[in-house]
């Protein structure tokens, strides 16, 4: 069985502070994806990043950046330079590549980051 | 609309009466999904759908829970004999494809915020 564990619940930061989400994951599977969706007060969850488990590359984006290490099953997201507008509750996600699940997601229970002006 | 829709955005319904949850996913996607956010909580898997497959049901929590998806397109998830812990944002995804490894992301609705009084 899969789980994901978002430790820190909520993170308050101020504007132009880097600030890292951790996301660490547990699997029996050998292939399987890792998300970050992102949900804004509005409510519908934003995709973010998809990473397979065979590409361990770091990626950015602006001011996103994902760090994939299998050693400590870990995929965590830092935010470079926090603006308001970042401020959400942000979900890790793991789904296994079998012939009968789907994109079933199993998220972590989120990180609500604040970031304040 | 281009995006996924559910209706009603908001149900406040009385203890021991049932409710229906409307999702119309993205046109031509094949999978979809019911995930449940209860209250300072993740996301949490209740049903997937792919094509004209039997749904997998293995989130539903109790029997109470039921969905069906007619003409591989609208879906509905009635909850029966609703219950005070029923009470959580119900979402709704949907997907191009079923596999993780060929659909990148889903799509989220805006969800529907369910109250049992």
């Known amino acids: 069985a899969q789980k994901v564990t978002q430790a820190q619940t909520e993170i308050s930061v101020v504007e132009k502070e880097d600030v890292t989400l951790d996301c660490v994951y547990e699997t029996r599977d050998t292939t399987y994806y890792l998300f970050w969706y992102k949900q804004p007060p509005s409510g519908e969850l934003v995709f973010l990043i998809r990473r397979n488990s065979f590409d361990e590359q770091n990626e950015i984006s602006g001011r996103y950046s994902w760090n994939f290490q299998k050693s400590t099953s870990s995929f965590n997201f830092t935010i470079t330079a926090s603006q308001v507008v970042d401020s959400a509750v942000y979900f890790c996600?793991?789904?296994?590549?079998?012939?009968?699940?789907?994109?079933?997601?199993?998220f972590g229970g989120g990180t609500r980051l604040m970031v304040k002006p | 609309g281009a995006g996924v829709s559910q209706s009603p955005s908001n149900k406040v319904t009385e203890k021991g009466k049932d409710v229906e949850l409307r999702c119309d996913p993205i046109s031509g996607h094949t999978a979809l999904y019911w995930y449940r956010q209860s209250l300072g909580q993740g996301l949490e898997f209740l049903i997937y759908?792919?094509?004209?497959?039997?749904?997998?049901k293995s989130g539903l929590p109790s029997d109470r829970f039921s969905a069906e998806r007619t003409g591989g397109s609208v879906s509905t998830l009635t909850i029966q004999r609703t219950q005070q812990e029923d009470s959580a944002v119900y979402l709704c995804?949907?997907?191009?494809?079923?596999?993780?490894?060929?659909?990148?992301?889903?799509?989220f609705g805006s969800g529907t915020q369910l109250s049992v009084l």
């Open positions: 996600a793991l789904s296994e590549d079998l012939d009968n699940a789907g994109n079933m997601l199993t």
């Open positions: 995804a949907s997907s191009p494809e079923g596999r993780v490894s060929v659909s990148e992301k889903l799509f």
């Open positions: 759908f792919q094509g004209n497959s039997a749904p997998d």
